[in-house]
């Protein structure tokens, strides 16, 4: 497996989210600014008010993009026989990298999603190895590779 690749795919798609969270941002910030040379009617200063509040939403997204990247970049991704941060892990027939959380990607016609060493299932199955089970939420899963 070309974990290098699942890396690049990966900083690909952060690097999008990024850039959509500072456009996002950048269109409501402008929003939010009044006309100074013109009286503020009641109207423009509520609707100005409301913008510069989802203006502040869209500043969130900006800075945990950010520290995806940022981890992303420096996450250790070499060979491992353990589950644990940089590891890829094939649970029940499904890819995941621990990492950062992500939506489900395709790299190399194969998905995989991203989690991150916060996630509940991640403290179920870290240090573990290739056929080892364990259960979570209920649900048997068994490491089918960790890579």
Request: some cysteine.
């Amino acid at each position: 497996m070309n974990k290098e690749a699942v890396r690049a795919t990966m900083l690909s798609l952060s690097e999008d989210e990024l850039q959509q969270a500072k456009e996002g941002y950048a269109t409501f910030l402008k929003s939010a600014m009044t006309d100074r040379t013109e009286p503020i009617r009641r109207d423009d200063a509520s609707m100005a008010e409301t913008a510069s509040e989802i203006a502040e939403a869209f500043d969130q997204p900006v800075h945990t993009s950010t520290e995806k990247i940022e981890k992303l970049k420096t996450i250790d991704f070499r060979h491992t026989n353990r589950v644990a941060e940089g590891a890829i892990v094939k649970l029940n027939g499904r890819f995941f990298v621990i990492s950062v959380p992500t939506s489900r990607f395709v790299c190399h016609g194969e998905w995989f999603m991203g989690i991150s060493t916060d996630a509940p299932i991640y403290h179920r199955m870290q240090g573990l190895r290739d056929g080892d089970k364990f259960t979570f939420g209920g649900r048997p899963f068994t490491i089918e590779q960790v890579d």
